[in-house]
């Protein structure tokens, strides 16, 4: 069984590059739906610096519960992008009229208005296709990391949130191709402190065990207006939850943000590159 960290110890290590690449390769033994624009992007492989900076993003922007101090001890990333296709498949009228493929100007407006790719035409092929096969990668990526190699992960959807401000601050590692991001993960050998709901997975189930599911979660500790999740001091794989953080203690963890101020982006501020492929 794997947790979901929110701290790093310094003991403790990232996994290779040989690793990240092998765990990615094994998507393609792995079941997922059929789908079109779907990205992995390695930030660390465009520039090793920009795991600092993609920290202090999430860190301004999403203000996700995490100990920021930690977290550029796992130094590498896997994100998921929604991208365009290249141009000679988005444009192929053979193919456009069997499948769905989002189009440059069509991610350009989700960028804009988180609505607009659910209309008629496309918000099926977003329910039914794209976020299930986004997601059915991150288990598969994230099963392989723990199974083959013990990496315990930190999976954030929240900058999925906030494209506007993606695009503006990573835009020229794509050319200015327009992406919508959507979730990320790292891994590392060893957390410091991990976050769990409380009930343990417990699963309930109706007398006849038709019907299962999981307990319902209690609810986060509130101070203030912020939420802070149920966390553990990790001891080790066999005693992950060793004891519990106390309400002070999670405040004090995940103290308010560090990072530099960073302007209010608006869509306008954005330029985009619809002539150029990303691969």
Not at 107 to 129: C, F, G, V, W, Y
Not at 158 to 187: A, R
Not at 193 to 204: A, D, P, Q, V
Request: one cysteine or more; charged letters at 20%; a neutral charge.
């Amino acid at each position: 069984m794997y947790y979901v960290a929110t701290s790093w110890d310094e003991s403790g290590s990232s996994p290779t590059q040989e690793q990240i690449d092998n765990g990615i390769q094994n998507l393609k033994r792995s079941p997922m739906t059929h789908a079109y624009n779907v990205c992995c992007w390695q930030p660390h492989l465009a520039d090793p610096k920009l795991i600092d900076q993609i920290w202090q993003w999430i860190e301004y922007y999403t203000g996700a519960r995490l100990d920021y101090g930690t977290m550029p001890l796992a130094d590498k990333q896997v994100w998921w992008l929604i991208t365009p296709e290249p141009r000679n498949a988005e444009f192929d009228k053979e193919l456009n009229s069997i499948e769905i493929i989002l189009r440059r100007q069509e991610i350009i407006n989700q960028i804009k208005d988180p609505l607009s790719l659910h209309n008629k035409r496309t918000h099926q092929e977003l329910q039914r296709a794209v976020y299930p096969r986004i997601y059915m990668q991150v288990q598969s990526m994230v099963d392989y990391m723990y199974r083959e190699h013990a990496y315990v992960p930190i999976i954030l959807n929240k900058p999925f949130n906030w494209p506007i401000e993606f695009n503006y601050e990573f835009g020229s590692y794509f050319e200015h191709v327009p992406v919508l991001p959507v979730v990320m993960s790292t891994f590392h050998s060893k957390p410091k402190y991990i976050k769990h709901n409380g009930t343990r997975r417990e699963m309930l189930s109706t007398n006849n065990g038709s019907l299962t599911a999981f307990k319902t979660y209690p609810a986060t500790v509130n101070v203030d207006g912020r939420s802070y999740p149920s966390t553990y001091k990790w001891q080790s794989h066999d005693n992950p939850m060793a004891s519990k953080l106390s309400q002070q203690g999670c405040i004090e963890l995940y103290r308010k943000r560090r990072t530099p101020q960073r302007p209010l982006i608006e869509f306008d501020q954005l330029e985009f590159n619809l002539s150029s492929d990303l691969i």
